[in-house]
């Protein structure tokens, strides 16, 4: 992967274009300073000199960073990588050397003005003079290639880790949602078990319903998020199954807004609660009992309230659900589908118990483009 990283062409020559401006700038001020006959017309010279004094390394950094990544430390042994750069930092400083010998030349035929030396010895003279500040470049683009690899590489494990994580939540959430099937589906066989020695009938009725139910919690199997409108349809067959048991001692009100029914909801998310509320708040009773779904849209917020006839909890064990207790399946899957933006809270109502649930509100798109279709 490393090897593939290619340094950005147009930024790098228009910082070595900005350098020569200024290098020229500087060259031309130093003239002025030191003899005050610097004419103008050399400007045109010094700004070659040092375009090419800049558009070589600009030119070469790129050879350089792919040498350095192919030799990258960790990879090769280090006596390799001290010749690979030996060699690399002397073949550079010899090639910026001739270029800027060769455009001397060009420009100065006679020789360097202001001077006596020759050319040839001017160019040996620069080149030792030179020598540090090459080297210096030549590291700086062998760095610049750590950096680059090594980023490129953090973010590669970042995101192989943020993958995993995914992968891990979503296998999490599986094996939770698979352990409220067979919850619901034992409760409910143990239930037909009961009626088939009383009343046959409302027992073969059940065992209808409990299939209608479990074909539709087979047809979302594995999928985490549903519809509102469709999680109701399983709640109405699994309350259909509770109302046979329970006949006239058990009533049930729906009160949905139409804009929360294409809302996301967590798969299975109402029928362990409701659950739970026949459970505690109807069945333990003798007197008549009542379970209320209400569902609200509330500005970029779904709320979800479950509410029974119950006689409620003490503070302690209230305080206790509050903190995480109880209905620790349904906590953990809100948990991993809206990590810090949810809430699940218990209360005691004046007329019974209540179980709220606050999620981000979120459209179904196929619910969207089903409505569009219909509307075009």
């Known amino acids: 992967m490393s090897e593939r990283l290619q340094v950005p062409a147009l930024p790098l020559f228009v910082i070595a274009t900005a350098l020569s401006v200024s290098s020229t700038f500087q060259a031309y001020s130093m003239r002025l300073i030191e003899d005050g006959t610097s004419s103008p017309q050399a400007i045109p010279q010094l700004l070659a000199l040092n375009l090419v004094y800049w558009y070589v390394p600009a030119l070469l950094a790129p050879t350089i960073v792919a040498v350095a990544l192919r030799y990258q430390l960790g990879r090769v042994r280090w006596s390799t990588q001290a010749l690979v750069h030996v060699t690399g930092a002397f073949v550079y400083s010899m090639i910026h050397t001739v270029a800027m010998l060769a455009t001397r030349a060009v420009l ?50 970042a995101l192989a880790a943020a993958h995993l994580e995914t992968r891990l939540v979503e296998a999490q959430l599986q094996a939770l949602q698979r352990q409220l099937h067979p919850h619901f589906l034992f409760n409910t066989l143990n239930t037909i078990s009961g009626l088939m020695r009383i ?71 109402l029928q362990p609660l409701v659950e739970n509320a026949i459970r505690h708040g109807v069945a333990p009773l003798s007197r008549p009992g009542w379970i209320a779904v209400h569902a609200a849209r509330e500005g970029t917020r779904l709320r979800i309230e ?15 659900l509050n903190r995480g207790v109880g209905l620790g399946n349904t906590r953990a899957r809100l948990t991993h589908l809206y990590p810090s933006d949810h809430q699940f809270a218990f209360s005691n109502l004046d007329d019974g118990f209540s179980v709220t649930v606050s999620i981000p509100f979120e459209i179904d798109p196929q619910s969207v483009e089903y409505v569009r279709a219909g509307v075009a």
């Open 306 to 320: 479950i509410r029974d006839s119950g006689n409620g909890l003490p503070p302690e064990r209230l305080t206790a």
């Open 108 to 157: 100065f035929p006679s020789g360097r003005p202001g001077t006596a030396l020759s050319l040839w010895t001017w160019a040996r003279r620069d080149y030792l003079m030179q020598l540090d500040w090459l080297l210096m470049t030549y590291l700086f683009a062998v760095g610049l290639a750590h950096a680059l690899a090594y980023r490129r590489e953090s973010e590669a494990r």
């Open 199 to 269: 009343n046959v009938d409302a027992a073969d009725l059940m065992i209808d319903r409990l299939g209608d139910l479990l074909r539709m919690t087979l047809d979302t199997s594995g999928i985490q998020q549903v519809p509102l409108k469709q999680e109701l349809d399983v709640l109405k067959k699994y309350l259909e199954i509770e109302q046979t048991r329970f006949g006239s001692r058990l009533s049930v009100a729906m009160h949905i807004e139409f804009d929360a029914l294409d809302a996301l909801v967590p798969n299975l998310l």
